[in-house]
C-alpha cells in the first residue's frame, strides 16, 4: 500500500489503514458512466479502489462537457465511447488501477455474468431511467450486493443506499421526491451532479470499509434553494415486493429491443439478427459512412444511425420506438 498517497485519507479517524486495505481490495460496478458514473469512477480511482468494472452505451459528445468532467473536446472530436475515455483518463490519474470497461447495453444477464465473474463488492448506479435503476436493484437483491443509488435534475439530487437489512429500490419508488419534469425538458446544473455523487460516494467508503448501518436514509435536496433533506426508510417495505419479498426480480423478464434514451431524441435498438458487418454493407449501399474504432455512423432519411460492433443501434433525430423499428426494417428487412 503507498501510505504517501493515501496519507490524508489514513488520517481520517473513520477509515485509517485498515479501511484503506478494504478499499484497495474492493471491486465497484458503476453503471453508466455519464455525468454520474464519470464523477464517481474518478472519486474511487482517486481513493484507492482497487477495481473497477464500467458499463456504458454512449459515446462522448459536446453536451457532456458541460457536467461531465472526465471527458475532454479531444474525446468528442475522437466520438469516442464514454467507457474507452474513462479508462483512458483513469489510467492517467492512477497506473495501478484494475479497470475492467464494456460499450454495451445493460440487461439482467449481462449484469449478472459480470457481479459473478467479478465477486463484486458494490454497485453505483449512474443511470438516468427508472428501468435500468430496477433491473440493478434486481440483480444486487438476487445475489446480495449491496448498491447505491443516485439522481439528479434541475438543480435538485438524492441519494439512497440498499443492501438486504432495508427495503429494495422498488419499495420506495412510491415516496421518491416526485418530480414530473424529465432530463430531456428541464437540464441539470454541474453541482448537483457533484452533490449526489459526493453523498453516494461517500455511502459507498461506509459500507466498503465495513462501518454498520443502523438506519438507511434516503438524502435529497435542491441546491438552488438550499433546501436539504433526509428521511430513514427502514420502515417502509412494501410486503408484496416482487423484489425483496417475493424474490420473483421481475427485471429478469424485459427485453426491450427498442428504447427511448432520456434526453436524447434518440432510440436504441437491439436485434440479434443485425451484425456489425451486414449493417456496415447496408450503411454503404445507402450512401457515405463514417468508420471509427468502435461503430459506424450513416445517414438514412436524414436520421443520424450509430451501429457499435456487437450490432446495437442508435437512431437520432427521434423518440418514437415504433418509428425506429420501422426504420430498421426499412433499411435491413
Known amino acids: 500500500m503507498n501510505i504517501e498517497r493515501y496519507s490524508r485519507q489514513i488520517l481520517y479517524k473513520n477509515i485509517g489503514e485498515d479501511g484503506q486495505r478494504k478499499l484497495l481490495d474492493s471491486t465497484v460496478l458503476i453503471v453508466g458512466v455519464g455525468a454520474l458514473g464519470s464523477v464517481s469512477s474518478e472519486m474511487l480511482t482517486r481513493l484507492g479502489i482497487g477495481k473497477l468494472i464500467l458499463i456504458d452505451r454512449d459515446y462522448v459528445e459536446l453536451s457532456n462537457l458541460q457536467r461531465q468532467t472526465l471527458y475532454t473536446e479531444k474525446d468528442v472530436n475522437d466520438q469516442k465511447p464514454k467507457a474507452i475515455a474513462a479508462f483512458e483518463h483513469l489510467k492517467e490519474i492512477r497506473e495501478d488501477l484494475d479497470i475492467e470497461v464494456h ?21 453505483l448506479d449512474g443511470t438516468d431511467n427508472f428501468e435500468t435503476r430496477l433491473l440493478i436493484n434486481d440483480v444486487s437483491y438476487k445475489h446480495d450486493i449491496p448498491w447505491v443509488h443516485a439522481a439528479v435534475i434541475e438543480s435538485s439530487y438524492v441519494s439512497a443506499p440498499f443492501t438486504k437489512d432495508s427495503p429494495c429500490y422498488r419499495c420506495i419508488m412510491p415516496v421518491l421526491p416526485s418530480n414530473t419534469l424529465t432530463c430531456d425538458t428541464a437540464g441539470v446544473i454541474s453541482p448537483a451532479v457533484h452533490t449526489a455523487v459526493s453523498i453516494q460516494v461517500t455511502t459507498a467508503i461506509k459500507l ?63 436485434d440479434d439478427n443485425i451484425t456489425y458487418d451486414f449493417a456496415l454493407q447496408t450503411a454503404k449501399r445507402v450512401g457515405d459512412v463514417k468508420e471509427t ?41
Open 103 to 123: 460499450v454495451n447495453h445493460v440487461d439482467a444477464l449481462f449484469l449478472e455474468s459480470l457481479v459473478k465473474e467479478h465477486d463484486v463488492d458494490l454497485i
Open 208 to 270: 466498503l470499509v465495513g462501518e454498520p448501518f443502523n438506519k438507511h436514509y434516503m438524502t435529497f435536496g435542491d441546491l438552488w434553494s438550499g433546501e436539504h433533506s433526509r428521511i430513514a426508510f427502514d420502515n417502509i417495505k412494501n410486503k408484496d415486493c416482487e423484489t425483496c419479498v417475493h424474490e420473483n426480480y421481475p427485471s429478469y423478464n424485459d427485453n426491450h429491443q427498442a428504447l427511448s434514451l432520456c434526453g436524447r431524441d434518440t432510440v436504441q435498438i437491439y
Open 293 to 333: 474504432p468502435y461503430f459506424i455512423e450513416f445517414y438514412y432519411d436524414d436520421y443520424r444511425i450509430v451501429v457499435f460492433k456487437n450490432g446495437r443501434m442508435l437512431i437520432h433525430g427521434l423518440n418514437k420506438e415504433d418509428k425506429a423499428r420501422t426504420i430498421v426494417a426499412q433499411l435491413f428487412g
